[in-house]
Structures are given as C-alpha cells and as structure tokens.
Nanobody, 115 residues
Framework: QVQLVESGGGLVQPGGSLRLSCAAS????????MSWYRQSPGKEREWVAT????????AYQDSVKGRFTVSRDNDKRTLYLDMNNLTSEDTAVYFC????????WGQGTQVTVSS
C-alpha cells in the first residue's frame, strides 16, 4: 500500500533552517507528482510546493518563494523540503502528498518556529 513518512521537523529559532524528508513506498515514486502541504492550528491545510516526477518543474506558494526549496531523489524514493529563513508564520504540521489515482497523505511532521 502507499506509504508516505515525513521526518525532520522540530523546534527552530526564527531565521533558522530545517530540512524535511518524505520516504515513499508502495507506488512508482519516479512517475508521481509530489507535493508538500502544511496546516497551522485553526487553519485549513494549504499547499506549499510541488515538484514534477522528473524534478524539472517546481511550483511554490508565494509566501515561501525564495526561502523553501523542494527536491527529490527518485533512486532513494524520497522527497525533500529545504526551509530557510523560517518565521513564526511557518509554524505548522507539514505533510507530504502524492497525487496518484487520488491524493495520498503522510502523517505529517511538526515544525515550530519560536525563540
């Protein structure tokens, strides 16, 4: 079955950096469009970034452009999100997502930006 397992979240100070990882299994990762979403307390889940199956095309939410970078290693079946210059507004649970016949989700990893 499809499994997406995020890791790398934690507590970071404003201006700091984190790298999130998403280990995928149960489907052909190299042909899947992969995305990151996030959800803050009291807010709806929002899209953050998407990468095409080959990694050639990427798209970002305006608020993270220039600070976040999505990447993937198809050999390792892993999606990454490098997050720099973090602010309190980035505090959220971050979810990895694969769009196959339907959208699949991981369990999420908590990112807290606080001094």
């Amino acid at each position: 079955q499809v499994q997406l397992v995020e890791s790398g979240g934690g507590l970071v100070q404003p201006g700091g950096s984190l790298r999130l990882s998403c280990a995928a299994s149960g489907f052909t990762f190299s042909t899947a469009v992969m995305s990151w979403y996030r959800q803050s307390p009291g807010k709806e889940r929002e899209w953050v970034a998407t990468m095409s199956s080959t990694g050639v095309r990427t798209a970002y939410q305006d608020s993270v452009k220039g600070r976040f970078t999505v990447s993937r290693d198809n050999d390792k079946r892993t999606l990454y999100l490098d997050m720099n210059n973090l602010t309190s507004e980035d505090t959220a649970v971050y979810f990895c997502s694969a769009f196959l016949v339907r959208r699949y989700w991981g369990q999420g990893t908590q990112v807290t930006v606080s001094s």
